[in-house]
C-alpha cells in the first residue's frame, strides 16, 4: 500500500518559522486533493489546509489562514506547508493526508474524505 512521509517538525519559539514537507510514494500516485491535519493531546485531529493536485486551489482553516501556506510539487510528487508568525497554540502532531478519490471540493476539511495517512511530524512552539 502506498504511503505518506511527513518531515520538517521541530522546535521553535514563537513567531518562528518552520516548513513540513510530505513525501508521496511517487508519479503513479495521483491524488486529487492533499491536505495537512494536527492533532494535539486530548484534542480531536482538526483540518489545517489542503490543495488540489491539479489545479493549485488551496483552503485553510481559519486559525492559520494568512501565516500558513500549502504548496505542492507535482513533479517531485511533494507537498509542502510553510508555517510563518508560529503561536504557542501550532504545537501538535502534524499528519498529511491524501485523497486519491476524484471527487469534489465539499468535504476536504473532514479526516474521513482521506484514504492515505501518513505517520506524524511534531511541531513544538515555545512562548
Known amino acids: 500500500q502506498v504511503q505518506l512521509v511527513e518531515s520538517g517538525g521541530g522546535l521553535v519559539q514563537a513567531g518562528g518559522s518552520l516548513r513540513l514537507s510530505c513525501a508521496t510514494p511517487?508519479?503513479?500516485?495521483?491524488?486529487?486533493?492533499m491536505a495537512w491535519f494536527r492533532q494535539a493531546p486530548g484534542k480531536e485531529r482538526e483540518f489545517v489546509a489542503a490543495i488540489t493536485w491539479s489545479a493549485g486551489i488551496t483552503y485553510y482553516s481559519d486559525s492559520v489562514k494568512g501565516r500558513f501556506t500549502i504548496s505542492r510539487d507535482n513533479a517531485e510528487n511533494t507537498v509542502y506547508l510553510q508555517m510563518n508568525s508560529l503561536k504557542p497554540e501550532d504545537t501538535a502532531s502534524y499528519y498529511c493526508?491524501?485523497?486519491?478519490?476524484?471527487?469534489?471540493?465539499?468535504?476536504?476539511?473532514?479526516?474521513?474524505?482521506?484514504?492515505?495517512w501518513g505517520r506524524g511530524t511534531q511541531v513544538t512552539v515555545s512562548s
Open positions: 493526508a491524501a485523497n486519491t478519490r476524484i471527487g469534489n471540493s465539499d468535504y476536504v476539511v473532514y479526516s474521513p474524505y482521506y484514504d492515505y
Open positions: 511517487g508519479r503513479a500516485f495521483s491524488p486529487y486533493v
